[in-house]
T-cell receptor, first 114, second 116 residues
């Protein structure tokens, strides 16, 4: 069974640029969630995708957007990067996405905005 | 609103000591789930346990045990005979049923340092 994978591992961008992060869900999982973890903090929920549609969102501005593909992999896009967007971005997959489902996390993408 | 508080920022112990990590939560949901995750230096969150709000039985898994008490809104985690490999940041998380989707609300984490 393949676990959750994310790419790239590290990324350095300049303020104002756009970035796309990718996530492949664990085999058999149809739900993907994205979290932002600032240094020294707990992860913060960005949004969740289920069957290719966003079905839940946290307190993040619209410049954070996503996609889920038919194979359940997902992308997180961030436009107009700000310095505060520097963080570890974690992807988690679960099935079927109900509140009690266990979420399995990938290794994360560390984004640095300069 | 849902909230998870982990008041212990960092705990240092010597190998073989027992250690308890505290977690206090707030929610208005009558049905909810509580989780513990371990985050080693590599960054990946490792799932440890899930409990639902109707099951207050304590659970033991090897050197790990969990004490869930609804009366005090606490879900504490004890490691018995700690080992150096237990060094990591541990997060407690809460997921309610009212949102219609799964959103984990995390605490700020407790960093555990186990020295030889």
């Amino acid at each position: 069974e393949t676990g959750v994978t994310q790419s790239p591992t590290h990324l350095i961008k300049t303020r104002g640029q756009q970035v796309t992060l990718r996530c492949s869900s664990q085999s058999g999982h149809n739900t993907v969630s994205w979290y932002q973890q600032a240094l020294g903090q707990g992860p913060q929920f960005i949004f969740q995708y289920y069957r290719e549609e966003e079905n839940g969102r946290g307190n993040f501005p619209p410049r954070f957007s996503g996609l889920q593909f038919p194979n359940y992999s997902s992308e997180l896009n961030v436009n107009a990067l700000e310095l505060d967007d520097s963080a570890l971005y974690l992807c988690a997959s679960s099935s079927p996405g109900l509140a009690g489902a266990e979420q399995y996390f990938g290794p994360g993408t560390r984004l640095t905005v300069t | 609103a849902q909230k998870v508080t982990q008041a212990q920022t960092e705990i240092s112990v010597v190998e073989k000591e027992d250690v308890t990590l505290d977690c206090v939560y707030e929610t208005r949901d009558t049905t909810y789930y509580l989780f513990w995750y371990k985050q080693p230096p590599s960054g990946e969150l490792v799932f440890l346990i899930r409990r639902n709000s109707f099951d207050e039985q304590n659970e033991i898994s090897g050197r790990y045990s969990w004490n869930f008490q609804k009366s005090t809104s606490s879900f504490n985690f004890t490691i018995t005979a700690s080992q150096v490999v237990d060094s990591a940041v541990y997060f407690c998380a809460l997921s309610g049923m009212n949102t219609g989707f799964q959103k984990l609300v995390f605490g700020t984490g407790t960093r555990l340092l186990v020295s030889p």
